[in-house]
């Protein structure tokens, strides 16, 4: 039976968690986020930090742009949950683990992980069998994206509720889709209660990225390819947030890569760094 048979998530899913892991092992304090608990999801094989896309020289600017853009969401959901929303949906959430690793603030809030349903399926396993299980604010809602169906519909049937504020996060998903689809997802976010806040990231195009990063980009692309899952969508920041402002957000702001470096890198004397490439959407209804 092959991974995807089984219902395990993506490699991309599993990789994201393993670099998430690799900061806290190998990368000296202060860490921006301490994150193991999508390793021991994930349960890789014992020599798993010796994969090349593991390396920790090689692959290390882009295991420190997920960290910061892990930090920046969690930083973003707690001061919107301090500000009284209620619920947080996760788009494409693969491994996220903020419900097991923030209880604290997770369980102030109804928490929506939205993925395919054999991916949701696997974690709800790996969830019960680690001894996390499933608290009554944490809802695993299973979407079949290849089938064209309706999240925001599925959502509502699991209990979200469109009329009442909610952050909704999307990271490392719109390379993979058409600029129609992201439009589309965006107008359907743009559409809920006022005060609701979306972060989302996306892909720069290459011309774009620092010099120095961009060999890391077009292996990343590459790989992607080669995976079937190639990249397809590469945006300017004005190009996203004038899909954003056309979906109907009331605000839009672009947040680089570089300010997130700047904000949780800055000072370290290991020379830990993001690299550029990808940046992020903020907007709010």
């Known amino acids: 039976m092959t991974e995807e048979q089984a219902g395990a998530p993506d490699n991309t899913a599993v990789r994201v968690a393993l670099w998430r892991a690799m900061h806290v092992q190998i990368d000296p304090p202060p860490h921006v986020l301490r994150d193991e608990v999508g390793l021991r999801l994930a349960d ?166 620092d010099v120095a990063d961009r060999p890391g980009l077009r292996r990343s692309t590459e790989g992607a390819q080669r995976s079937g899952t190639p990249f397809i969508s590469f945006y300017p920041p004005q190009q996203m947030l004038a899909l954003a402002r056309e979906a109907g957000f009331s605000q839009v702001r672009h947040v680089s890569g570089t300010a997130l470096a700047d904000r949780y890198f800055v000072d370290r004397t290991d020379g830990l760094r993001p690299s550029s490439g990808e940046d992020l959407l903020l907007a709010t209804t």
């Open 44 to 209: 890789p094989d014992d020599d798993w930090r010796d994969r090349p896309d593991m390396d920790p020289h090689i692959t290390s600017g882009f295991r420190a742009a997920v960290v910061a853009r892990s930090r920046f969401i969690e930083d973003l959901v707690t001061e919107q949950a301090d500000r009284g929303v209620t619920q947080y949906v996760v788009l494409g959430a693969g491994l996220d683990t903020f419900a097991q690793r923030r209880p604290e603030i997770a369980s102030r809030l109804q928490l929506f992980e939205v993925d395919q349903p054999r991916a949701q399926a696997w974690k709800r396993h790996r969830l019960d069998a680690l001894g996390y299980g499933i608290p009554d604010w944490l809802h695993l809602v299973p979407v079949d994206f290849e089938a064209s169906e309706d999240w925001l519909k599925q959502l509502t049937e699991a209990g979200f509720d469109p009329g009442r504020p909610a952050v909704i996060v999307s990271t490392g998903v719109t390379m993979y889709l058409t600029e129609d689809a992201t439009a589309a997802t965006l107008g359907q976010i743009a559409g809920l209660a006022p005060g609701s806040t979306l972060a989302m990231t996306f892909l720069l195009p290459t011309e774009l990225v």
